[in-house]
């Protein structure tokens, strides 16, 4: 199994990044899988998950604008990250589980991608 993100980069504040997590070895449909996201001197959070039914949550401090989603066919997850403020600045990675539910540890982690959001 292998989990692929791209999209980072380095935007200004209030703009906005799509976030693309390319699976490979893995099926993605009726899958939980997330973005988490580690911020300079901060521990990793949790922003987006989705699991197998497609049933969403959001960490407080990005909802309304973040957006997580998958496209079963490309076989990819996305983040639509808008109105970006510097607080978002992280490493952002994509995690999945085997299986639908979300109960369980995540079995699986890509290496993450950059974004950094300047004021």
């Known amino acids: 199994v292998q989990l692929v993100e791209s999209g980072g980069g380095s935007v200004r504040a209030g703009g906005s990044l799509r976030l693309s997590c390319t699976a490979s070895?893995?099926?993605?449909?009726?899958?939980?899988m997330a973005w988490f996201r580690q911020r300079p001197g901060r521990g990793r959070e949790r922003v987006a998950i989705?699991?197998?039914?497609?049933?969403?949550d959001y960490a407080n401090a990005v909802k309304g604008r973040f957006t997580i989603s998958k496209d079963n066919f490309e076989n990819i997850l996305y983040l639509q990250m808008n109105n970006l403020e510097p607080a978002d600045t992280a490493m952002y990675s994509c995690?999945?589980?085997?299986?639908?539910?979300?109960?369980?540890?995540?079995?699986?982690w890509g290496q993450g991608t950059q974004v950094t959001v300047s004021s």
């Open positions: 995690a999945a589980v085997d299986g639908r539910t979300c109960t369980t540890g995540f079995d699986y």
């Open positions: 989705m699991d197998g039914r497609g049933i969403i």
């Open positions: 070895g893995y099926i993605v449909s009726g899958s939980c």
